[in-house]
């Protein structure tokens, strides 16, 4: 079936350095791609997102980029900041045989020490 | 806009037990969702709909049903609680016309034991 794989699962980085996260996903119908933040307790809220058509996509400190020939999409946190701290997952999203589904990562959890 | 509601937030169920996750949500979205959430497991889907009358199952739909009878609400049935279903259930809506993917909005939650 359908598969999305996140590495790291941890993640701890300095406060201002950058941090990295990396996905693979199975499904060639996979068309849409969101990043999703989960602060503790809380529940998660979209971060930044980018569709099939796009290879990258910033806003601010964040970027997504998309390399679908690898079935590859990272997301790029520049100048962290101790809010930055919270678990990310990635997803995705397509219509295929086995329906109109969005598969999650298993979730990164990003430290950021002051 | 109350987004997406979810009730209860707690419940503690004996195995055996029945009950229904209430989902509501007042965006006028078609797409409805339920998750559930279990440590290191990140979100995994147990059923979706794409409209009113239509449901369809995700990667863990065994042990619940669901039903869409209007745009606004998606409950999930638990038919008979067993320990591994012991997690944190999250309904999730977003917009969704001719099959394009949007941002799916999240309800606060519901955390279920089993005992």
């Known amino acids: 079936g359908e598969n999305v794989e996140q590495h790291p699962s941890t993640l701890s980085v300095q406060e201002g350095d950058s941090a990295v996260i990396k996905c693979t996903y199975s499904?060639?119908?996979?068309?849409?791609f969101p990043w999703y933040k989960q602060e503790l307790g809380k529940r998660p809220q979209l971060i930044i997102d980018?569709?099939?058509?796009?290879g990258e996509k910033k806003d601010q400190r964040i970027a997504v980029t998309l390399n679908k020939t690898a079935k590859h999409f990272s997301l790029h946190i520049t100048e962290t900041q101790p809010e930055d701290s919270a678990v990310y997952f990635c997803a995705a999203s397509g219509y295929a045989a086995g329906g109109f589904k969005t598969i999650f990562g298993a979730g990164t959890r990003l430290f950021v020490k002051a | 806009n109350a987004g997406v509601t979810q009730t209860p937030k707690f419940q503690v169920l004996k195995t055996g037990q029945s009950m229904t996750l209430q989902c509501a949500q007042d965006m006028n979205h078609e797409y409805m969702s339920w998750y559930r959430q279990d440590p290191g497991m990140g979100l995994r889907l147990i059923h979706y709909?794409?409209?009113?009358?239509?449901?369809d199952q995700g990667e863990v739909p065994n042990g619940y049903n669901v039903s869409r009878s209007t745009t606004e609400d998606f409950p999930l049935r638990l038919l008979s609680a067993a320990p591994s279903q012991t997690s944190v259930y999250f309904c999730a809506s977003s917009y969704s016309r001719d099959w394009t993917y949007n941002e799916q909005f999240f309800g606060p939650g519901t955390r279920l034991t089993v005992l």
């Open positions: 980018i569709r099939s058509n796009v």
């Open positions: 499904d060639s119908a996979s068309n849409y």
């Open positions: 709909s794409v409209g009113a009358g239509i449901t």
